[in-house]
């Protein structure tokens, strides 16, 4: 069955430190891939997205991620976390032959900063 | 310039009742969709719209699901004898269509459908 798989529920990090939240995906083919993020009363905003062309993708508030074909896996990633980065964050894909563009999400990982 | 935006915020109702959700996407915006967020798990897909009319409806749960959108802009998500599993966070989300480039969703803040 075609899945996104968040491994870690939670993740606590020290402000200041380097975070990688990881997201696996099984398709046949490469999905269009995304990250969002959604704090508590806001709602979900994308981070960022890869389509086609260089593997490793810039977003916003300092966040990238990287594509890895052979790994089927998307994780996204910031060299230095702020106690503002603390909220829930979503991988998610659009299978490339899917017309209707719809959102397959995965479970989420719930990221904590402590101080 | 103006977000999607969902009325109501929060909606208690009792079990058996019907209620209705509604959803104002981004002015000029020609996608919508509506998701559905259980607590602890990320959204999934319910309904897509391209103007007026729902092109998937791949992720009703079933017949007491329905949406709308008679003039390709709001959109009502209407379901009816809600049951307590129906209780959800509701999202809408627009987008300006479903090419590469225009395909990014923007986010409602959600309904929040508790059914008692």
């Known amino acids: 069955a075609q899945s996104v798989t968040q491994p870690d529920i939670h993740i606590t990090v020290s402000e200041g430190a380097s975070l990688e939240l990881r997201c696996n995906y099984s398709?046949?083919?490469?999905?269009?891939l995304f990250w969002y993020v959604q704090s508590p009363g806001q709602g979900l905003q994308l981070l960022l997205k890869y389509f086609s062309g260089d593997t490793l993708v810039q977003g916003i508030k300092g966040f990238e991620a990287e594509f890895k074909r052979s790994q089927s896996s998307f994780n996204l990633r910031k060299p230095s976390v702020h106690w503002s980065d603390a909220a829930e964050y979503f991988c998610?894909?659009?299978?490339?032959?899917?017309?209707?563009?719809?959102?397959?999400f995965g479970s989420g990982t719930r990221l904590l900063v402590r101080p | 310039g103006a977000g999607v935006s969902q009325t109501p915020s929060n909606k208690v109702t009792e079990k058996g009742k019907y209620v209705e959700l509604r959803c104002d996407p981004i002015s000029g915006h020609t996608a919508l969709y509506w998701y559905r967020q259980s607590l602890g798990q990320g959204p999934e897909f319910l309904i897509y719209?391209?103007?007026?009319?729902?092109?998937?409806d791949s992720g009703l749960p079933n017949d007491r699901f329905f949406a709308v959108r008679p003039e390709g802009s709001v959109s009502t998500l209407k379901i009816q004898r809600t049951e307590r599993g129906d209780s959800a966070v509701y999202l809408c989300a627009s987008s300006r269509g479903t090419s590469d480039t225009g395909s990014e969703q923007f986010f409602g803040p959600g309904t929040r459908l508790t059914v008692l």
């Open positions: 719209f391209q103007g007026t009319g729902a092109a998937d």
């Open positions: 398709y046949g083919a490469t999905p269009y």
């Open positions: 998610a894909v659009v299978l490339s032959m899917d017309s209707s563009y719809k959102l397959i």
